[in-house]
Nanobody, 128 residues
Framework: QVQLVESGGGLVQPGGSLKLSCAASGFALTNYGAGWFRQTPDKEREGISTSNSGDGKTYYADSVKGRFTISRDYAKNAVYLQMNDLKPDDTGVYYC?????????????????????WGQGTQVTVSS
């Protein structure tokens, strides 16, 4: 059974840090592009960052460049998102997703429709 399970969300003060984890099972995440999306009640699901196994490229939304870092542990079949200098606008439910690597490139990585598998999400709240 294909599954992605996120963890690491929580409540943090502005300027703080969190590290999200996503563990894959039932398939080899190694062979897929792996990304993080964020959703809030008033917005569509937004692409935050993706790491593409096919060409080794990583992508970030402009709003998180320099603050967030995506990484992968191929041995653990996992992907992570280190989030630093968090801001209230970073609040939302964060989803891990996997896509066929040929679907991921500069003009598509942020589109939720390009991704095959999704986790259940983890809540991140940035508030004082």
């Amino acid at each position: 059974q294909v599954q992605l399970v996120e963890s690491g969300g929580g409540l943090v003060q502005p300027g703080g840090s969190l590290k999200l984890s996503c563990a894959a099972s039932g398939f080899a995440l190694t062979n897929y592009g792996a990304g993080w999306f964020r959703q809030t009640p008033d917005k569509e699901r937004e692409g935050i960052s993706t790491s593409n196994s096919g060409d080794g490229k990583t992508y970030y939304a402009d709003s998180v460049k320099g603050r967030f870092t995506i990484s992968r542990d191929y041995a653990k079949n996992a992907v992570y998102l280190q989030m630093n200098d968090l801001k209230p606008d970073d609040t939302g439910v964060y989803y891990c997703a996997a896509a066929f690597p040929t679907r991921i490139y500069g003009s598509t990585w942020y589109r939720a429709t390009e991704y095959e598998y999704w986790g259940q999400g983890t809540q991140v709240t940035v508030s004082s």
